[in-house]
């Protein structure tokens, strides 16, 4: 089954460290190109996600979150320093009893002005997590986002194999309407032959008739169109290989959609018939639809 490269995935959980999240979302690209962002200070994370991510992504614009909300930052606290604070307030008075004797006057204090003098708060010290632990959390929900990915991929591939499936199949019933048109088409060109042919005799013009039916020949030869029918027939043939290959797909499809594009070019070019005019069109645009979806095969 194919797998688009459109895909996203969330997880999140709360540990005894703290909520780890993560977040994976990819859109196609023509490689695989991974932007990963992580929590600072936990050594080897970043290549632990790049190596993994590679392990199931092969093509795909990638983007990778992960955070650490850590409940021992969050449990941080501060204390005011007891002594500090005795001896500065003890500091204030005495400051203030020598003002009032030599009659000057003070602004009063408020407790912002105290907190702010260093030393009268003391601010507990984070304990240091143990990246080993971490790396694990980590890496365990790393895993279960991975899955989800994955499977979102899978699900808008299996979209895209119903998509392409239904173009493959207007193709092979345009290639098919084709074919049935070429003995109207053919009588047609040579009614036009012979037409021409009698006007010519009839004007008594002197025409060498072994030269004109070697002329006839290269333009029928330069106006057949079965060649471009039997390779849109193998193209067919080869994209439902395709779309039963376990295998990435994506740039082998898109190559296959060039050629099919290019039979059709060719055959719109040698059309001279209406109804096989119409037929190339339609081929060319359900081929420029599977174009636009192959964009986001892997």
């Known amino acids: 089954m194919i797998k688009s490269m459109t895909g996203f995935a969330a ?21 695989l190109d991974l932007k990963i962002r992580v929590p600072d200070g936990i050594d080897g994370l970043e290549s632990l996600v790049r190596t993994k991510v590679s392990q199931h992504v092969t093509r795909g614009s990638v983007t990778v979150n992960i955070r650490l909300q850590s409940r021992q930052a969050q449990s941080a606290s501060v204390q005011v320093n007891a002594a500090m604070l005795h001896d500065v307030l003890s500091a204030m008075a005495e400051i203030e009893t020598q003002a009032m004797e030599r009659n000057i006057s003070l602004a009063p204090s408020n ?3 105290i907190l702010g003098i260093k030393g009268v708060l003391d601010a507990a010290e984070p304990q240091v997590l143990d990246q080993a632990d971490v790396k694990q959390m980590i890496e365990t929900l790393l895993d279960d986002a991975l899955d989800q990915f994955i499977t979102s991929r899978r699900d808008e591939g ?41 006007r010519l005799t009839d004007a008594n013009v002197d025409i060498d008739r072994e030269r004109v039916a070697q002329e006839i020949g290269m333009i029928l030869i330069k106006q057949d169109v079965k060649e471009e029918l039997d390779r849109l027939a193998t193209h067919i043939i080869a994209a439902r290989e395709l779309l039963s290959d376990t295998a990435p797909i994506g740039r ?11 039979e059709a070019n060719t055959l719109c070019s040698k059309a001279q018939h209406i109804d096989l005019s119409r037929i190339g069109i339609l081929l060319k645009t359900t081929i420029d639809q599977i174009r636009e979806q192959v964009q986001n095969v892997e």
Not at 11 to 22: L, P, Y
Not at 162 to 173: F, H, P, R, T
């Open 252 to 262: 082998r499809f898109d190559f296959l959609t060039q050629e099919f594009n290019r």
């Open 11 to 31: 997880a999140t959980r709360d540990t005894e460290i703290g909520v780890i999240s993560a977040d994976i979302r990819g859109v196609n690209n023509r490689g």
């Open 158 to 198: 299996r979209h895209l194999h119903g998509v392409l499936s239904d173009a493959i199949n207007e193709i092979e019933s345009l290639v098919q309407q084709a074919v049935a048109v070429l003995p109207d088409r053919q009588a047609r060109i040579d009614g036009v032959f012979r037409e021409s042919l009698a």
């Open 111 to 113: 407790a912002t002005d």
